[in-house]
């Protein structure tokens, strides 16, 4: 069954708000020094608004991701707490926080792609040189079979003449032709 535009449209805008507040609360109130520097990328929400998986991106090594995921759990409670208090809702949903590993994904996979064009270009060129050399024997090839043709038609032009010389009691080839 499709989920009506209102609702929709409700839970984005909260999850857009938790979003901000969660950020503005990590940056500033938070005093774990297990948290190290963090953007908060994404809060996704249930349908049923019940439970939300917060997204951060931490700057820093995976032990540094690992401690600022145990200080943001650590910190739960709190955060929802001030969450309830600033957003003055009756509910508010379950918050559980991962790492978000979006961008190194996306830079290795940029990493990857200018690896292959790279390759693709080098065997481009390779390739462009194996077609200009095709292109110049196809050009040779073609040249050489256009001196053949001039060859025989020369040949037969002078075995012609030679025949039409040499036999003048014959008729000439113009007039057994008509």
């Known amino acids: 069954m499709p989920e009506h535009r209102a609702r929709e449209h409700h839970r984005n805008r909260l999850a857009e708000t938790l979003r901000e507040e969660i950020a ?14 963090t953007t908060v990328t994404e809060v996704a929400l249930a349908p049923g608004g019940k439970s939300g998986h917060v997204y951060v991106a931490v700057v820093g090594t995976e032990e540094e991701e690992d401690a600022t995921l145990e200080g943001l759990v650590a910190a739960r409670g ?10 003055g809702v009756r509910h508010l949903p379950d918050l559980a926080f991962h790492i978000d590993r979006s961008e190194r994904l996306s830079a290795r996979m940029d990493q990857i792609l200018t690896r292959v064009a790279k390759r693709t270009g080098k ?5 462009s040189k194996e077609d200009a050399a095709k292109a110049a024997a196809a050009k040779v090839a073609e040249q050489e079979a ?25 008729k000439s080839a113009d007039k057994s032709e008509r």
């Not at 065997?123 to 390739?127: N, P």
Request: net charge positive; aromatic share 4%; hydrophobic share 40%.
């Open 24 to 37: 503005i609360i990590i940056e500033g109130e938070l005093n774990d020094p297990r948290i190290g520097s």
């Open 78 to 87: 709190y955060i929802r707490s001030q969450l309830l208090e600033r957003m």
């Open 123 to 127: 065997s481009k060129a390779r390739q």
């Open 146 to 170: 256009i001196l053949a043709t001039v060859k025989v038609l020369a040949k037969a032009d002078a075995y012609s003449e030679k025949n039409l010389i040499r036999k003048p009691g014959k």
